[in-house]
């Protein structure tokens, strides 16, 4: 029965860590931004960023290719654990490609 407990106990720390991924941040509410969203979807959960950048990047590869629209979206938001986190978003041609979060209190 104990080693039972111990292994139930390593299972719910490794989903614990995992539930944590990379290039997402969850919100107080549950809702979580996620590499791969739209910008629409993002904006509908963390609302209008508090900074917005707009480049466009054309790298010419003598194929005829077309250019990538990149935006930057800049949060101040709570995060799940408490305290305010700045949050980085950036979406390229309408998708999230990297979110990067670090806590006010670290910053």
């Known amino acids: ?4 407990k111990i292994a139930l ?8 860590f995992s539930a944590h991924a990379k290039g ?10 996620l590499e791969g969203k739209s910008k ?3 904006i509908y959960i963390a609302g209008a960023p508090m900074y ?5 990047i054309a790298v010419d590869e003598g194929t005829g290719g077309t250019p990538i629209k990149r ?6 938001l709570p995060g799940s654990l408490g305290g ?7 979406i390229e041609n309408n998708k999230v490609v990297s979110v990067e979060s670090k806590q006010e209190s670290r910053i």
């Not at 917005?52 to 466009?56: A, D, F, I, L």
């Not at 935006?71 to 101040?76: A, F, G, N, P, S």
């Not at 305010?84 to 950036?90: E, G, I, N, P």
């Open 1 to 4: 029965m104990k080693k039972l």
């Open 24 to 33: 997402s941040f969850r919100l107080p509410n549950g809702k979580l931004i």
């Open 52 to 56: 917005q950048e707009v480049e466009t």
């Open 84 to 90: 305010m986190s700045l949050v980085v978003v950036t």
């Open 40 to 42: 629409q979807e993002i």
């Open 9 to 16: 106990f390593g299972v719910i720390v490794a989903i614990a």
């Open 71 to 76: 935006e930057i979206l800049t949060y101040r």
